[in-house]
């Protein structure tokens, strides 16, 4: 099995069937998806009672335009498919 079928694997359910090693890239990955949820709440947390910092803002507003232009330039690569 290679890393990419590895990575497309869901990590939940995990498969007991699967080679331990295979098992705890899955677990890691489910763990980085949980940390990356807490992170975000928290986050969302301190904009709420304003004690966010405004580097964090700043970055935090970086991150999203980096993703609304990855998700813009799928789109346009889709709609030139068509």
């Not at 975000?40 to 980096?66: F, G, N, T």
């Amino acid at each position: 099995m290679t890393l990419e079928e590895v990575e497309r694997l869901p990590f939940y359910p995990l498969d007991p069937h699967l080679p331990p090693v295979v098992q705890l890239k899955l677990r890691c990955k489910e763990l980085n998806f949980l940390i990356g949820k807490l992170q975000e709440s928290l986050a969302a947390k301190m904009i709420e009672d304003h004690s966010l910092p405004q580097s964090a803002l700043i970055l935090q507003k970086h991150r999203k335009e980096e993703k609304d232009d990855v998700w813009l330039a799928e789109q346009l690569k889709k709609a030139k498919g068509k």
